[in-house]
């Protein structure tokens, strides 16, 4: 499962004229949010997922954290792989008061592997949790079944 919503940063990117014509503001990525005080980042992830899918999560799987530009910004991104109740396809969620606009993509794994692999997803945390999950899915599968 993952998200899809719309990015100001993505269309100042077009208007640039720096990326490619076939670039679209309506990015596919996977949930995520900001740490509030007293949040963990586990807390946040969960916080996350109901608010944007609307999915509950059953069991959580920390994945990687890394670092998003060191040589000027202490921002670190604690990647998460949940595994959730089922989302209603299509269906739009998020924070009315935050204008969040976010659909809920249900694709096969092979399906999010081609579109790492062909360059529909195009941000970086989503491009990392996809390799690690690329990775990782046998594994999940087999726990997550038991």
Not at 72 to 100: K, L, M, N
Not at 114 to 126: D, F, K, P, Q, S
């Amino acid at each position: 499962m993952l998200i899809e919503q719309f990015r100001v940063g993505a269309l100042a990117a077009i208007e640039s004229g720096h990326v490619g014509k076939d670039i679209t503001p309506w990015l596919i990525e996977c949930a995520a949010g900001i740490i509030e005080d007293g949040e963990t980042p586990e807390e946040v992830a969960r916080r996350e997922v109901r608010e944007e899918t609307g999915c509950d999560v059953l069991d959580i799987v920390p994945a990687l954290q890394y670092l998003v530009s060191p040589g000027g910004t202490s921002e670190t991104i604690h990647v998460f792989c949940a595994h959730v109740t089922a989302p209603e396809p299509g269906s739009i969620h998020g924070i009315q008061e935050e204008h969040e606009d976010i659909r809920v993509l249900v694709v096969p794994v092979a399906e999010a592997f081609e579109w790492l692999r062909t360059g529909v997803v195009i941000n970086a945390m989503t491009l990392i949790a996809l390799h690690w999950f690329r990775d990782n899915h046998a594994g999940l599968r087999q726990q997550w079944k038991e």
